[in-house]
């Protein structure tokens, strides 16, 4: 058996992309070409690792017990090339956030990492916690720093650091310098974000659930937009005290009190099978000792 690296390069495109063309488009081959590598592989396996589905490509049971495999063999083919690079702490590291973590503490974590260690290839894909997850399972990212609690028995979750969660509205809203009640919530209008964000969720699980006839005038995936809303008067918010930072400094927003425990856990996670490389390592490192900015 004869399988190459470029084979198991190929094989794992095609479960990110699905399609044979997105696979030749990603890998800057021609559909023939990615096509031949595809079946060279199966046939020297002698099983198939998709199934075909309106010109799409599923991964089988088979495809799924090896990507692991090929995943590792692709990262320490990478490692050798290093090493003889006299580049040993080198590698690509990809890595997922979730909006909140993503534009508010992973920037600092990866100007403080590169100075650390002076690595600087990374790469950084920031959305919903949902969407990170599933890329994380098919191995289209390294590691995940979210809010959301993500649940998959591929996936490794580790609590990371405490966030605070704050109600926020505009300073001239009638709940300002009183404490605040879920009575007193029934009847406002709410500006969230989308369905999969972590913020959402936990919304949903402290205080949107016990809300009858939970009044939502908008859903939007930007934080900026949703403080720009609530400062204009639209609506009541629930998000990080530190996505709220700048428009509290500002006095845009205001925060409301209330009873209730608004603290939520940060996570790191990654693909229980993933080949952990010596940067991914580092890495993981390097966060798990990591503290969280005082946000006064």
Known sequence: MNITLKQLHVFITITQEKTLTNAAEKLFLSKPAVSMALAELEKQLGHKLFERANNRLLINEMGR?????????????????????????????RIGSSNTVGNHLVPLILSEFKKHTDHHDQSLCIDNST???????DYELDIALVEGLLIDKQLHIQPWLKDEMVIVCDPQHALVNQRVTLQDLKSQTWILREPGSGTRGFFIDHIGQYIPGLHIAFELSSTEAIINCCAAGLGLSCMSRIAAYHALQDKRLVILSIDIDMSRDLYLVWHKEKYQSPVLKKFITYCEQWKLPRAT
Do not use: C, H, V, Y
């Open 131 to 137: 969407s990170i997850g599933q890329q994380l399972i």
């Open 65 to 93: 017990a090896l990507l692991p495999l090929a995943d590792e063999q692709i990262e320490r083919s990478q490692a050798i090339t290093s090493l003889f690079d006299n580049q040993n702490f080198q590698g690509k590291l």
